[in-house]
């Protein structure tokens, strides 16, 4: 059983950083991984994603420039940046596990995720 969890997660101001962390038992240097979200009343979105070699990233319109995706197949790790952070960047962070050695946007399909990490931005 694939087990992730993230970490990271916490209070900072509008215009602030945070650094998640996802940390996934087993290799992962064949997968894609990624990034979601949900903030409350809202549906879980897609914001990055990263092939499993490192060479591909894909981010969510409102990601990009702020927010970078990074991992460490060593260390069986996934990161993600974010930088310049706002109100609207609150949600639940989850980290996933994608079937293929890229990781679609979709929120369905063969994927594990973590139980998520709560990222709040104060204005």
């Known amino acids: 059983q694939v087990q992730l969890e993230e970490s990271g997660g916490g209070l900072v101001q509008t215009g602030g950083s945070l650094r998640l962390s996802c940390t996934v038992s087993?290799?992962?240097?064949?997968?894609?991984m990624g990034w979601f979200r949900q903030a409350p009343g809202k549906e879980r979105e897609f914001v990055a994603s990263i092939n499993s070699g490192g060479s591909q990233t894909d981010y969510a319109d409102f990601a990009k420039g702020r927010l970078t995706i990074s991992r460490d197949n060593d260390k069986n790790t996934l990161r993600l940046q974010m930088n310049n952070l706002k109100p609207e960047d609150t949600a639940v962070y989850y980290c996933?596990?994608?079937?293929?050695?890229?990781?679609?946007?979709?929120?369905?399909?063969?994927?594990?995720w973590g139980p998520g990490t709560q990222v709040t931005v104060s204005s």
């Open positions: 996933v596990r994608c079937p293929n050695v890229n990781c679609d946007r979709s929120t369905i399909g063969n994927k594990y």
């Open positions: 087993g290799r992962i240097s064949i997968y894609g």
